[in-house]
């Protein structure tokens, strides 16, 4: 198998060439020792992108590695930093160090203490020796380096980023690094796990909620966001004050969240603008999805009341019901805008709640009970029932056509 984590000793060959003409023979790296009172000396400097691709090892966990340390490199994370970084080049930051252990067991290589600083450390690497190391290297038959122990140092943590960087070509990008010296394999296990293990991605209302803080949403992001934020600040909406839009503790008169803004936000980005009429101001979109609401209330009024007992106003009903929304509009929508009256007409007429919904030849009652749809609340099961809400509406629609054409 190929290494796909690695480089080809002619790539490399290439890199240090290029890092020799910006900094001549010799890299030099400074380190400022920091204490943490425990068994690790840590220190912290920094590195340009190039350098961390030149001069460090990297060691995921897959196939080719099954003793690594990181882990197993995906090319879609790295194209998604590298797509991220060039949308906004002149703001994007990487304040996260790369996590590193540099090995001083080389010949081309030293650890200076400052003379006035003991604090301060240089690390300094002959680049024309580790060159000639590469050069006379041993390599496999598809040119990859047959002993990578030879590298001045070992990447812990950050492949993926700096992988992204280095596409992005920021390579004189300068990043932060946290840097262990001599660190045992099994020590640099450990201090993966210390950083990733117990790590919680922010969650998708909080991540949302700083997008829109920094300006970096979508324009239809952005409109998505304003019509949601309407609907849950506006006290003429259905959906005021139930849509989770802040992770913390929800003051106590506040009534109990239906779904978040990140799931609703997605939603109408996708099943809802392009539905609309281009250039309907996002307020008028906030009235005609309350009216849209309003109408499912009304047709199915103990389903929208009862959340222990049905799943009309959950995260899934809410997915089903907007996912439908563009053939709901679609039909509805003549010569103006639809109105209450015109949503609930259709609900009335195509989706009843006398009515069966046939799914894989199961018949549910269409009332949204939580006994009968429960089972269906994964992305799969919602897809299920959305396509058989969808079928049955064109089957509808077939029979009232048939029945006027006689």
Not at 138 to 161: K, Q, S, W
Not at 321 to 340: A, C, G, H, N, Q
């Amino acid at each position: 198998m190929a290494k796909t984590y690695s480089i080809t000793r002619d790539d490399l060959l290439e890199l240090l060439r290029n890092l020799k003409s910006s900094y001549g023979n010799t890299f030099k790296l400074m380190l400022v020792e920091l204490n943490q009172k425990n068994a690790y000396k840590m220190r912290t400097g920094k590195l340009p992108v190039s350098a961390t691709h030149a001069l460090l090892r990297r060691i995921p966990r897959d196939y080719d590695n099954p003793e690594g340390i990181q882990r197993a490199l995906k090319d879609s994370k790295v194209s998604n930093i590298e797509k991220i970084v060039k949308e906004d080049e002149s703001k994007y930051s990487s304040p996260n160090a790369v996590v590193l252990s540099l090995v001083t067991s080389h010949e081309y290589v030293s650890l200076e203490t400052d003379h006035t600083n003991k604090e301060i450390s240089y690390f300094i690497i002959d680049l024309e020796g580790f060159e000639n190391v590469v050069t006379e290297a041993e390599v496999d038959a598809d040119g990859y380096l047959c002993d990578e122990n030879i590298f001045p140092g070992t990447m812990i943590d950050g492949h993926h980023r700096t992988a992204g960087f280095y596409r992005a070509t920021k390579h004189d990008m300068e990043l932060p690094v946290t840097v262990y010296v001599d660190l045992p394999s099994k020590d640099m296990a450990k201090v993966f796990a210390d950083i990733n293990i117990y790590q919680e991605k922010p969650s998708t209302v909080h991540s949302l909620a700083m997008k829109a803080l920094s300006g970096t949403l979508s324009s239809d992001e952005e409109i998505s966001h304003n019509i949601v934020t309407m609907l849950n600040q506006e006290d003429w909406s259905i959906l005021y004050r139930r849509i989770k839009d802040i992770d913390g503790p929800r003051p106590k008169d506040y009534p109990k969240s239906y779904v978040t803004n990140s799931t609703l936000v997605k939603l109408v980005e996708d099943h809802v603008l392009n539905a609309v009429p281009v250039g309907l101001a996002a307020h008028r979109i906030a009235e005609l999805l309350n009216d849209y609401f309003e109408a499912v209330s009304k047709v199915y009024p103990i389903a929208w009341s009862d959340e222990k007992s049905h799943v009309l106003v959950k995260s899934m009903g809410f997915q089903i019901m907007l996912r439908i929304f563009d053939k709901v509009f679609t039909m509805v929508y003549k010569e103006s805008i639809p109105s209450k009256q015109d949503f609930e007409n259709f609900f009335e007429s195509y989706m009843n709640p006398a009515n069966e919904l046939i799914v894989h030849d199961k018949a549910l009652d269409l009332d949204w009970n939580s006994k009968d749809y429960g089972g269906y609340s994964s992305g799969k099961g919602i897809n299920d029932i959305t396509a058989a809400v969808q079928r049955h509406i064109v089957s509808i629609h077939h029979e009232m056509t048939e029945q006027s054409s006689r």
